[in-house]
């Protein structure tokens, strides 16, 4: 077993939980410190690329939950790969970015902490081979994104982008939840690497399409997929490190990572193609579209980001082996790209307060290093060579021109989408750097080594991966497609193909892109007069739903939590008849029938109607210390039926506890105000009947039990074992103290806190009323 990948997880975990200290000690330093680690584990990971291109995989296993198949097994292939390095190695420049970003800011050992930990939980996504595992691990991102969208918690927009975030993705993922067990009972395994293999056991089955549509659910509301694609834009409340390392390069991947992971398994039937796809292409012009109405930098390229997780998925929803390379080739390349280029907008930023891109210009000169950054970003974006986003712009097309019978359709979405995003990328990687310099809120000047550092790095590194594709890109590019398809595949990456009509698709986009961009405010303002169309989008129904929920909840808050326990007794005793009443009164009449009654003494019969009796007359008197009375005539009839059955200890406790209960019910009836009744008689009878209807569910449920016991032996169990293993000879203590303890423990630990409660409450009331006794005059 590979000790490496849980070790990983581990290290990150706890250098989540000792960030906060480690940035008191070394403020300056702290974020290049705690990069060593991802960093490390970066080049670790690295270093097994040859191996697994060769075939080989790195596996763990650890039983957890094995009586529910739960086992915390990791798995790390050619697509876990590829998803780790942009993990670890982005990570570790938004670590460095961050601590120069947000440097001065009381809260920043706060936020190496959530960095950290989401990044060990977006880790243990991509390398979890048991679907249970993948999914703690996946509602953990969801858990840690919203600390992270929320991080300046003093404003409202973050708030309510990280509450959205939480509910649209948290959503999914419970749905998802239900797919992947689905899944799991199909297969009879959770291990994802097993169930790849069952293809065609998992298509036979009816559960198939649930199961498919469940996890698709997950998928598309993780990666931001049209209609769910609102919560990304909106996510842009949270600092930009967060931005450029969570919305651009890893979470909002997850979707996407999940679909390849499962294709084996769902790609090639027609829902697959026809929704996935569909879904896909849908999600890339939206998101193309509404990019060009943006002026806000960040908003520019959260919406340019939906575009490009939509052209990833639509390609893995097409299937084909090219499709799968072209979506493994673009998930690449747009982590280099816009991971860069949030990092840019960042910058810019923080040295000038301002976002907006219709006023910045002219900062080439005192931002040298980030317009150069920016550049080279912008340049990958727009699909100009050498950039390795010019290669994938090409194995696109090649993949939709491929596409029959669809062909024209996904051509024709491509191209009308990258034109979109050409001009874009001149907006936020070239227009806020030339022209002459334009007034800022703050007086531009050049950002941090911290600040310029990592997006040089990325942005140079999509342009050797352009120079060099076969050293850089295709590696990776070929063990990611070879895992997702399950079988070997040859990936050839080369700048020029010769005159094809890729190229010419090319061409045809950029002089659309560069139009666009030379006509952008024409366009723009064009937008900003279509913005009421909103209203009737996905997110304005996101609003309204949640505005009725919160109505809805209020409503049934106000009906059921009305401050009576008649009602609140009364509620829970008509649900539980009609829940459990309607799943077990068939069964419990034929149990009935079967019943063995056996012989009934006459002393039975008396104790039984004794206790009826004075159940009855309790309802009926008017005196409470009668009423105290008649409930321990209840409690004896209890008590004696116990010792009649042959349970003396039973019978004792039950004695001692009815004489404690009256004694104390004496003892404070006298503080009680005067008995009067609240209810009229109609109401009295409403409480007899639903009594009743309880008391009768309760005696058919005891008769099931007993008829047909769901442990036939478990008497002689504790009979048998009681002495042996636990070292008793009284049953009944044994169960409670030993085979019961924790249930004990339970029971007595809220006793105390009731206790607690309790004297907390009497205290606060003797304080409210103390009584101040004057000191006594003196005698003359």
Known sequence: MDIVLPTAVLLLLILSALAPFIQQA????????????????????????????????????????????????????????????????????????????????????????????????????????????????????????????????????SRYAALQALLVTGGGGLAMLAGLVLLGQIGGSYEISQLNQLGDVLRNSPLFLPAFLLILAGALTKSAQYPFHFWLPGAMAAPTPVSAYLHSATMVKAGVYLLARLSPIFAGTAEWQMLVTGFGL?????????????????????????????????????????????????????????????????????????????????????????????????????????ALGFIAKEVLYETTLAAQPLAGWLTAGALIGNAILVAVSGLVGLKPFIGKPGETPRHAHAAPLSLDLPPLLLASLGLLAGLLPMTLAAPLVQASAQAALLQPLKVKLALWHGLNPMLALSALTLALGAALYAGWRPVWELTARLRWLGRFGPAHAYQVGLENLRRFASWLTYRLQNGYLRFYLMTIILTTVALAGLAYLRGANEIILRNDWGTINFYEIVLGALIILAALTIIRTRSRLATIAIMGIVGYGLALIYLLYGAPDLAMIQFAIETLTVILFVLVVYRLPKFTRLTSPPARLADFLVAMTGGLLMTILTLIVTARPVVPHISEFFMQNALRLANGRNVVNVILVDFRAFDTLGEITVLALAGIGVYALIRLTIGRHEIIIPPAEEED
């Open 26 to 157: 070394q403020s300056q330093r702290a974020g290049w410190l705690m990069a060593i680690l991802p960093a490390g584990l970066f080049l670790t990971l690295l270093g097994r690329l040859p191996a697994i291109l060769a075939g080989q995989v790195f596996a763990y296993q650890l039983p957890w939950a094995e009586r529910l198949g739960v086992t915390f097994s990791l798995y790390l292939d050619g697509l876990g790969l590829l998803f780790s390095l942009l993990i670890l190695g982005i990570g570790t420049l938004v670590l460095i970015y961050g601590g120069g970003y947000l440097h001065g800011h009381h809260q920043l050992g706060r936020f190496y902490a959530f960095i950290l930990f989401f990044m060990a939980a977006m880790f243990g996504v991509v390398i979890s081979d048991n679907a249970l595992t993948l999914f703690v691990f996946w509602e953990l991102t969801s858990i840690s994104s919203f600390l992270l969208i929320g991080f300046d918690h003093e404003k409202e927009a």
């Open 282 to 386: 849908a999600t890339f012009l939206a998101g193309a579209l509404l990019a060009i109405g943006q002026v806000d930098l960040k908003k520019l390229l959260a919406y340019t980001t939906v575009a490009s997780l939509g052209t990833m998925v639509m390609l893995l929803g097409w299937g084909s082996d090219l499709a799968v390379k072209a979506a493994m080739l673009y998930l690449l390349a747009h982590a280099l790209y816009k991971g860069a280029l949030f990092l840019v907008a960042g910058a810019v930023d923080h040295e000038t307060g301002s976002r907006d891109v219709s006023k910045l210009s002219g900062l080439r000169r005192s931002m040298p290093r980030t317009a150069l950054a920016g550049g080279l970003a912008a340049l990958s974006m727009a699909g100009l060579p050498p």
